[in-house]
């Protein structure tokens, strides 16, 4: 079965990123005290991922992602869209590499704090991930799908610097997807992230 889920989820996120702030903007008045609703954030992330499966052949994957919230007031919750992508060279002893990208959505819970200062939240993220590269290539038979279903659950901490800027101090989740891999066609990663949120 293939997906395609991706490209929707890319098309769904571009769109969003274009209009929402401007439709905030022409529906809203302009007030230095309105409540901020909608949040570009982009940040560095790392991935801990493994393979063989049931060992610890352990890589490493590296990249960025970029995320669009918008508050659902009066509530405490966030709609989320999330564009991840990171890579990893020279894998195991045969030197595979692999190209992941993952496109998810989903809903985000913010934690009620005293301070303004600092944002903590949890989310839960659904969508689809991408496999490339010679490890996802080289598999014997090679994998027949390359884009699977993918889960991402976590939660992470905002520290607010100025009333538009926040520094996304770490975003920590776990994160699976179900590539064929003759074993159990499961993978389990540690997935962190740091970077800048925009509010709007």
Request: hydrophobic share 40%; with cysteine; aromatic share 8%.
């Amino acid at each position: 079965m293939r997906l395609t889920i991706p490209h929707s989820l890319a098309l769904l996120m571009a769109v969003a990123l274009v209009t929402s702030p401007a439709a905030a903007a022409q529906t809203q008045p302009s007030s230095a005290g309105q409540p901020l609703r909608s949040e570009l954030a982009f940040d560095y992330t790392y991935i801990r991922s493994n393979a063989p499966p049931g060992g610890c052949g352990c890589f490493n994957l590296n990249g960025g992602s970029g995320s669009y919230a918008w508050d659902l007031r009066p509530t405490r919750f966030a709609l989320v869209g999330e564009v991840t992508g990171t890579h990893a060279g020279s894998i195991g002893s045969g030197a595979y590499n692999l190209t992941l990208t993952a496109y998810t959505a989903g809903v985000r819970y913010l934690v009620p704090v005293r301070g303004r200062a600092l944002r903590p939240f949890g989310q839960l993220l659904i969508g689809a991930a991408h496999g490339g590269g010679s490890l996802v290539e080289g598999t014997a038979p090679p994998a027949r799908e390359r884009t699977v279903f993918t889960a991402n659950l976590g939660g992470g901490l905002d520290l607010r610097v100025a009333r538009h800027f926040s520094i996304r101090l770490i975003d920590a989740s776990y994160l699976v997807s179900v590539f064929q891999n003759q074993v159990n066609d499961h993978q389990s990663n540690l997935r962190l992230s740091a970077g800048a949120a925009f509010r709007f």
